[in-house]
């Protein structure tokens, strides 16, 4: 399979592709969403697909341009929810000015299928990509949102935790991403939502990809109360949870506090510096949290299915 010279396809472990143009690049994604329940607190399927797929081209470095949907649902689905699911999807694209230029429906025999399922591409353009392989030692660590927001609203849900306290914070995050490369330019040097597997699982790409080691400092986590005591009652790390309207930047030590000023201004109170990159002590490549008291332990990447039909 050959390449596309200056591209960046499935040889690299993000969630978009690229395509070099004269000017810039053309960035790509395609997902499929599924979750359970299909409408949960904070969103639905429908908010989902059309979020998730605009986050991952922002992530790149991309303005979304248009997005193209493949809808399949199984016989005997409730119009109803399968019209709240879709108008959920349009009317986010709509408000972020993505437009839907092509879609598909196809019907499968009951049992054969769990409900719907929500397959979305988007196109957008970057003038320069951001590519996570870049980060180097001594870039800092950012976290534009509270953890595991996503997450905790399934489990909540999954469990039947009927609770105010929990609600997703899925949403498309252009009015974040948008300003913060026009304004940082070069100095945001990774980008990435902290969907299925969490902040773990990206710190740890991050770590591996760049062979490098990465400190986070638990005292800097983001942590609702709320989210904290549902992951310890169920046995679950919140840094292996999803969050769906938050991202995780990579940024030049000499630019952190700017930057963290600027999506602060751009209403991301909870954003904090919650780590850096370091040079490797070993041949491995890790991430290591220093604890409230000082301590320190290698946070794990997750394994398996920590919440299922999540995303």
Known sequence: MKKVE????????????????????????IDSYTVSPIIFPGGDLGKLAAAGTINDVLMLGGAPIAALDAIIVEEGLETSLLTRVVDSMISVFMDENVKLIGGDLKVMPKGQLDKVVITTACVGFAKRLIVDNS???????????????????ILAAQHQIEAREFSSDVAPLSNLMIPLIREM???????????????????NDWARSTKTN????ESELPIRDAVANLCEMLGIDPLALASEGTAL???????????????????????????EVREPQTSASLVVMKTLIGGYRILEPP???IVPRIC
């Open 6 to 29: 200056n591209g960046l396809g499935i040889d690299f472990p993000d969630d978009s592709a690229a395509i070099p143009t004269l000017d810039g690049y053309v960035v790509l994604t």
């Open 135 to 153: 980060l180097r030692p001594g870039d800092k660590i950012i976290i534009t949102g509270n953890i595991g927001e996503h997450g905790a609203a």
């Open 185 to 203: 330019g070069e100095d945001i040097v990774a980008a990435r939502d902290p969907t299925r597997g969490g902040v773990a699982m990206v710190l």
């Open 214 to 217: 990465i400190l986070v400092h």
């Open 249 to 275: 930047l990579g940024v030049r030590p000499g630019s952190a506090k700017a930057a963290l000023e600027l999506i602060h201004e751009l209403g991301y109170k909870s954003a904090r510096i919650i780590g």
């Open 303 to 305: 394994s398996g299915e």
